[in-house]
């Protein structure tokens, strides 16, 4: 049996490479970006007008002019025009190029019309304000956006922007997700007194689903030739496997000897953690196997705890470590790193995990009441009120 | 001109109900549930085996007995079978039915078996141990899940256990994005030296696209019959307008003007905050105006800021507000709200906001390198670090 950490290393060692596609931009969100995106001209592309108002030669306010005949109007999305005679002025709009002879912009509200004469009613006023300088905020060839980030509505922004109309991102994994165990029958079914609907693979899936990774699923009796047959397709056709069951100690707990049979080679198989101890790990040349314990729980920890941080790994994305204080003390006998469910809160800037009663890896409901499980490490029996540990999110 | 706080009282007090509709529940995921969720039979269902081994009377244990006749297998999904003879033992299996007359469960790391006999290793064994009580976690009857609870995959997971194949959800308000401005060019488009491309609709898709809610986009010209025309086509087919530009006090910003024509009832115009201060809010009996001002982050933080406690209001959720410590002292003159991009990082439970330093309201690109903005009060010039203030993520 080896450590949470040892088995988090051992996994994100095996990251695999999914390659590249290029996709509509405005589908990005969520993806990871696989190029960098540089500005394809400077931005602003020329000096834009920021405030509604007036535009003048700044030499003529310096001068002591104060009322300046308006000349014309330059709107935003029309062509440059220029000032023609430099004790007059034009009319500016928010977002409209700066006119040309024009080096301040006086607004509306310090400004008084009439009789087409525009009079500033202000004494400050500063050589090329309210004027937002052509390449002031990035250069053409600037890196706007780096690779392996993460596309969020700002990115897609930046994407219109620049007219990458299409995207190049890290192309998502082919993952079929596994359940065994006789007892499952499918959430339209009435169970009978011993069965117990499926609802695994469908936390799996709803999981997967917030990386934007799209899943098949199926399930398999707990019959080790059809196992076999089936389990050999999947290796052939998919990037991941995720199992839940069948790796446990029971008799029909088939799947590691299948999956040795198969040529999948394994990585662990038992990790020092509750719950989720039994989760196996292995891969061939071409697919990475998860398989998880059937408990609820389990599935549902290991694949946020394992299965997250291989796939980042795997597209190239390194996320920060969340952590947060113990809202009160916790006492864990078994040496065993302890994922307890917590829900979190903010005060005063501190992010705050208080502890959740469930009653072990079976307890699907007690997932409804917490956001996150908080990582208590092994080797360690109390953990007090004020401590700060790792944390991982589900919400 | 209004405080950031009374326009956000006005928005939420605006909230509107959109109904509900019922969904397949796994494609539930991030919809706000609209109805309880209640425990359709007791959970576990039956006193399910907690461990692979073997059940016993505890009685036997008890009087003394170390090794136990297999009579037979208990395997998870079969029907319930009884210990015939007490002092025998039954093979379980994790998730199976605890056989009749059966009382404890030994794992098998604590048996050694040989020759059909079963004889456990350890002293210390407890009645009922390794056993899923019926009921433990929840009652039939019990609610699981309450009413306006943001479907997560751990919802997801109890729902399939229960067999609610189908859930009722808030409907999504029909929302429309409109961007105007006449220097405005398609993604697709090479700008001419006065134009760019459109951005602001897309930000908006997506930043929507994070709440589930479908979009639809036009773009208008910055003619006044035209706007009113198709606007007022918009005011009858949607529930929710979002514009981005011509609400300022530009020659073209015909937009509060022709709302006014078309019967939109103005809660306000211009809010005390930068960026975004020239924000229209306003409402006809069936639609919502959110008219924000075109610059990209006002665009962008006007959303968030806004239309997102809106439409939480309006679907029934009580979002926790987020807070952040500042990492180094901020100083901001104008007596306006301040919405200041930050990097967020977490350090011993501490969620630290590190000001990005932009180039205003139309720097796009600065949006890429910050996480969310912080809320810097009026009335205050001054921020010092270590301060904490509310802030407003968009990763």
């Keep these: ?26 589908q990005s969100a969520g993806r990871i970006l696989k190029e960098q995106i540089k500005a394809d001209r400077d931005f602003p592309p020329f000096n834009r007008v920021a405030m509604d108002g007036i ?48 080096d301040a912009v006086i607004r509306y509200e310090d400004v008084f019309i009439e009789n087409g004469i525009a009079t500033i009613s202000i004494d400050a006023v500063t050589d090329g304000q309210n004027i937002h300088q052509k390449g002031k905020d990035e250069k053409a060839g600037d890196v706007l956006i780096k690779q392996n980030t993460i596309i969020s509505a700002a990115e897609i922004g930046v994407l219109a922007t620049v007219g ?43 999981l997967l689903e917030k990386l934007h990774i799209p899943s098949e699923t199926a399930h398999l009796t707990d019959d080790k030739p059809i196992l076999k047959e089936k389990i050999k397709s999947f290796l052939a056709t998919y990037d991941v496997l995720l199992f839940s069951g069948a790796v446990s100690k029971g008799k029909f707990d088939f799947l590691p000897e299948v999956l040795a049979e198969l040529g999948v080679v394994k990585s662990f198989h038992k990790v020092a953690q509750r719950p989720g101890k039994p989760f196996w790990f292995g891969q061939t040349k071409n697919s990475s196997v998860f398989a998880f314990p059937g408990n609820p729980i389990s599935t ?16 190239g994305v390194e996320l920060q470590e969340e952590n947060a204080i113990l809202s009160e003390d916790v006492s864990f006998k078994p040496n065993l790193a302890y ?8 005060r005063y800037g501190h992010l705050i995990a208080s502890p959740i009663t469930g009653n072990g890896s079976g307890d699907l409901a007690s997932l409804v009441k917490a956001d996150a499980f908080i990582q208590l490490p092994a ?6 009120k004020g401590e700060v540990f790792k944390i991982i999110r589900y919400r």
């Design 1 to 26: 049996m080896i450590s949470v950490e040892e088995a988090l290393q051992i996994v994100i060692d095996s990251a695999q490479d999914f390659g590249v596609e290029e996709i509509p931009f405005i």
């Design 55 to 102: 535009a003048i030669a700044y030499s003529s306010f310096k001068n002591g002019q104060r009322s300046f005949k308006i000349e014309g109007i330059q709107a935003a999305g029309s062509e440059q025009i220029s000032l023609q005679n430099l004790e007059n002025c034009i009319e500016v709009m928010t977002g409209a190029v700066l006119p040309n002879k024009c």
């Design 164 to 206: 990458k109309s299409t995207v190049k991102v890290a192309k998502q994994p082919k993952v079929m997700i596994v359940s065994t165990g006789d007892e499952l029958v499918a959430v339209d079914d009435v169970p009978l007194a011993h069965q117990i609907r499926r609802s695994n693979v469908f936390t799996l899936v709803s």
């Design 300 to 315: 549902f920890v290991n694949c946020l705890a394992y299965f997250y941080p291989w796939y980042f790994k795997s597209i």
């Design 339 to 346: 994922f307890l469910q917590v829900q979190l809160s903010y």
């Design 379 to 384: 080797n360690q029996n109390e953990f007090k």
